[in-house]
Nanobody, 125 residues
Framework: VQLQASGGGLVQAGGSLRLSCVVS????????LGWFCQAPGKEREFVASINGNGNRQSYAESMKGRFTISRDNTKNTVYLQMSSLKPEATAVYYCAADPGDFGLEYTTAGKYGYWGQGTLVTVSS
């Protein structure tokens, strides 16, 4: 399974950004998909996850209401819409995939078998 993330960049605090991740190599709708972020000097942190048909999502508490994960199974793409961005959101954002059953364990990085290369998001104050 290959994942290619894109959409990162520089944005001012309070602004919005949409990340995309194209997935190939496996039946897309079989995959649980997630987004994680890693700031310099910190551990990789869960952001959001979504099940195979897109009707169940999970979010980190600090992202609820501001970030939205979605997927388009016709385009093999998962998205992360980020709004009201804060400088502390500055990090490399990674998409991840795993062919399992959606559940709380998918808030943990170790549960995912496949990872993209990451895309850098910088939020200026």
């Amino acid at each position: 399974v290959q994942l290619q993330a894109s959409g990162g960049g520089l944005v001012q605090a309070g602004g919005s950004l949409r990340l995309s991740c194209v997935v190939s190599g496996r039946t897309f709708s079989d995959l649980v998909l997630g987004w994680f972020c890693q700031a310099p000097g910190k551990e990789r942190e869960f952001v959001a996850s979504i099940n195979g048909n897109g009707n169940r999502q999970s979010y980190a508490e600090s992202m609820k209401g501001r970030f939205t994960i979605s997927r388009d199974n016709t385009k093999n793409t998962v998205y992360l819409q980020m709004s009201s961005l804060k400088p502390e959101a500055t990090a490399v954002y990674y998409c991840a995939a795993d062919p399992g059953d959606f559940g709380l364990e998918y808030t943990t990085a170790g549960k995912y078998g496949y990872w993209g290369q990451g895309t850098l998001v910088t939020v200026s104050s």
